[in-house]
Nanobody, 118 residues
Framework: VQLQAFGGGLVQAGGSLRLSCAAS????????MGWFRQTPGKEREFVAS????????YYADSVKGRFTISRDNAKNMVYLQMIRLKPEDTAIYYC????????????WGQGTQVTVSS
């Protein structure tokens, strides 16, 4: 599975961004998808995940109510809509995919930088 994330950029605090991730190499609807983020010196942290159909989503407490994960199985795409961005949201954002239920993701994209200025 190949994953390519894009859509990051520089935005002011309170602004919005939508990240996208294109998947290829496997039937997309068979994959659980997630978004993670990482800042220098810190461990990668979970942001959001979505099940195969898109009917169930999960969020880190820090982004609940501000971020929305969604997917389009017809387009092999997963999205992360981010609103009311905060400086602490600044990070490299990665999309990831896994085949089975569980904590381990099997495939990772290259990441896209999100910078939120105060």
């Amino acid at each position: 599975v190949q994953l390519q994330a894009f859509g990051g950029g520089l935005v002011q605090a309170g602004g919005s961004l939508r990240l996208s991730c294109a998947a290829s190499g496997r039937t997309f609807s068979s994959l659980f998808m997630g978004w993670f983020r990482q800042t220098p010196g810190k461990e990668r942290e979970f942001v959001a995940s979505i099940n195969r159909s898109g009917g169930s989503t999960y969020y880190a407490d820090s982004v609940k109510g501000r971020f929305t994960i969604s997917r389009d199985n017809a387009k092999n795409m997963v999205y992360l809509q981010m609103i009311r961005l905060k400086p602490e949201d600044t990070a490299i954002y990665y999309c990831a995919a896994k085949v089975l239920v569980g904590p381990t993701y099997d495939y990772w994209g290259q990441g896209t930088q999100v910078t939120v200025s105060s």
